[in-house]
């Protein structure tokens, strides 16, 4: 006989399924739209939790770069720059010689309008694997925003009136 714990997962997944297809018939209807949208947005930051505890105590137990890089992701995924920044860290530390490392985490930098860092990376992990082509389209992309930003810098000191 099942007991009251193990109906929680059927009830959960038999309400996640009502909700979608309520959903997908009353796409038009806004108040249940939001509604929808929040129980979805709540559910993911749930699995969100779940996951990253699971990530942290399997590092805590046994640090791995893969559990580093599993992180990092999971930060990427929600815009959390800083944190997979720090996890991205971690895993060179267990591997320094890995070229897609220093690329992940120059993305995660550009994210973050870094783009000293993020160029900083992107060329370690060119150094590492001149063949990494996204890398050097990372450098190609930093040095067109900045060329911009210069631009846009002097364009701006030339209109200003002299003090």
Same mark, same amino acid.
């Given at each position: 006989?099942? #007991?009251?714990?193990?109906?929680?997962?059927? &009830?959960?997944?038999?309400?996640?399924?009502?909700?979608?297809?309520? !959903?997908?018939?009353?796409?038009?209807?806004?108040?249940?739209? *939001?509604?929808?949208?929040?129980?979805?947005? #709540? @559910?993911?930051?749930?699995?969100? *939790?779940?996951? =990253?505890? =699971?990530?942290? =105590?399997?590092?805590?137990?046994?640090?791995? /770069?893969?559990?580093?890089?599993?992180?990092?992701?999971?930060?990427?995924? $929600?815009?959390?720059?800083?944190?997979?920044? %720090?996890?991205?860290?971690?895993?060179?530390?267990?591997?320094? #010689?890995?070229? *897609?490392?220093?690329?992940?985490?120059?993305?995660? !930098?550009?994210?973050?309008?870094?783009? $000293? @860092?993020?160029?900083?990376?992107? +060329?370690?992990?060119?150094?590492?694997?001149?063949?990494?082509?996204?890398?050097?389209?990372?450098?190609?992309?930093?040095?067109? /925003?900045?060329?911009? &930003? +210069?631009? %846009?810098?002097? %364009?701006?000191? @030339? #209109?200003?009136?002299? =003090?």
């Amino acid at each position: 006989m099942k #007991t009251n714990s193990q109906f929680k997962p059927v &009830i959960l997944s038999a309400l996640f399924l009502s909700l979608s297809f309520s !959903y997908s018939v009353n796409a038009n209807l806004p108040a249940e739209s *939001k509604v929808l949208q929040q129980v979805s947005q #709540t @559910m993911d930051q749930l699995k969100f *939790k779940r996951i =990253e505890k =699971e990530l942290q =105590e399997a590092i805590s137990n046994l640090p791995s /770069k893969s559990a580093y890089i599993a992180l990092a992701s999971l930060y990427m995924s $929600e815009n959390k720059n800083k944190e997979a920044i %720090a996890n991205y860290q971690e895993a060179t530390l267990l591997d320094p #010689t890995d070229p *897609k490392l220093f690329a992940s985490m120059s993305i995660a !930098y550009l994210h973050l309008s870094s783009y $000293e @860092m993020s160029k900083a990376m992107a +060329e370690q992990a060119l150094s590492l694997d001149p063949a990494l082509t996204h890398a050097g389209k990372i450098i190609k992309y930093i040095d067109k /925003k900045q060329e911009v &930003i +210069e631009k %846009a810098t002097a %364009a701006g000191n @030339m #209109t200003k009136p002299a =003090e």
